[in-house]
């Protein structure tokens, strides 16, 4: 069983930033591209950002292209989401997931392992 834990959420004010980390448990985390989704309040979740198995592909949301980098250290087990520029529409959970494959999708039925959250509060 793969366990995924975010951290890094927190309050920060409009222009700031933040660094969100996930930690996956398990020796496969390279076979395996990763994902960050969020879902804000009232709002169904939707797709942030993409990362391939080795980091080599990205892709994402147009919301956030620009200000938001993703990254991964496969030695470490981690995915990265450094958020730049942050705007109150930024408000959200913050989920990261991992794919089922190792080129990953914007699509969450692609994903079958997910964290439990972190909420990021962008105040104006």
């Known amino acids: 069983q793969v366990q995924l834990v975010e951290s890094g959420g927190g309050v920060v004010q409009a222009g700031g930033s933040l660094r969100l980390s996930c930690a996956a448990s398990?020796?496969?985390?390279?076979?395996?591209?990763m994902g960050w989704f969020r879902q804000a309040p009232g709002k169904e979740r939707e797709f942030v950002v993409r990362i391939n198995r080795d980091g080599g592909s990205t892709n994402y949301a147009d919301f956030v292209k620009g200000r938001f980098t993703i990254s991964r250290d496969n030695a470490k087990n981690t995915v990265f989401l450094q958020m730049n520029s942050l705007k109150p529409e930024d408000t959200a959970v913050y989920y990261c997931?991992?794919?089922?494959?190792?080129?990953?999708?914007?699509?969450?039925?692609?994903?079958?392992?997910w964290g439990q959250g972190t909420q990021v509060t962008v105040s104006s």
């Open positions: 997931a991992r794919a089922t494959t190792g080129w990953g999708s914007p699509y969450q039925y692609d994903y079958n392992y």
């Open positions: 398990g020796r496969t985390f390279s076979s395996f591209a």
